[in-house]
């Protein structure tokens, strides 16, 4: 049975806001047993272990600081939602985007797809404008 936009809508605002307030443990209670989860670019890589994704979140809620997210869009399908929104914090560490060393402020575009059973999510896609970050960063690569 699909879930209506109301629901998802519900579920990924959780997710959403268990991140901002850096809650490991209620962002992983949000997952589904079966999950797949992956950060596009991460040093992670994508990862179907629930320990695993626990390790990335703590990385990420240790080096980042959210202060605002704008809406852009949000699509439905059948049981899944692709989110778009501008993302405002700070980066306390550049470590999970590949400028270790850098903080400061940044804004960037994050593109998520979620996928959603029986009240959970079982599939979390992120992509991040790490572009924009690296400039904002000041981080050159080689």
């Known amino acids: 049975m699909s ?10 605002n959780d997710h959403f806001r268990f991140e901002a ?13 079966r999950i797949e989860h992956e950060v596009v670019p991460s040093p992670m890589g994508a990862s179907t272990d629930k320990a695993r994704i626990r390790s ?3 990385m990420l809620f240790a080096n980042v600081e959210g202060e605002r997210v704008t809406p852009i869009r949000r699509y439905y399908g059948d049981n899944f939602v692709i989110d778009e929104t501008m ?19 940044v804004s960037f575009r994050l593109l998520h797809v979620f ?9 979390e896609q992120a992509w ?15």
């Not at 879930?3 to 990924?12: E, G, R, S, Y």
């Not at 307030?21 to 047993?33: E, I, K, N, R, Y």
């Open 56 to 58: 990335y979140y703590e």
């Open 115 to 123: 996928e959603v059973e029986d009240g959970k999510i079982t599939r």
């Open 128 to 142: 991040c404008d790490l572009a924009a970050i690296q400039q904002q960063l000041g981080c050159t690569l080689a």
């Open 3 to 12: 879930a209506t936009p109301a629901q998802l809508d519900q579920i990924i």
């Open 87 to 105: 993302w405002h914090g700070r980066v306390k560490d550049g470590r999970p985007f590949l400028c270790e060393g850098k903080s400061g402020p």
């Open 21 to 33: 307030t850096d809650d490991v443990d209620a962002v992983v209670d949000s997952l589904a047993q």
